[in-house]
């Protein structure tokens, strides 16, 4: 469930955080480290299909994930 009062940081391009790829981002991963984030914060880390499995339980195994939003929610930065 979204937590209306948490803050996605706004993203840039829709490209997979996954290492080394490039393919477009289908999901957003929202977390938080609760040792250097406020609570409502939440960084984002963007997701094609393929690494949605590997990104998700890697934040979960650190108990970081809150979580998973079809890019389209997200806010982007400004573009010019
Ligand atoms: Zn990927």
Redesign the pocket.
Known sequence: MVNLFATPDPVDELI?S?KG?R?EAQWGLLWNNPKIHTPERRKVWL??D??LAHLKEFLNLRGFLKDVVPVDVLEKRDEL
Do not use: L, T, Y
């Open positions: 997979c996954g790829c393919a997701s094609c393929e690494h």
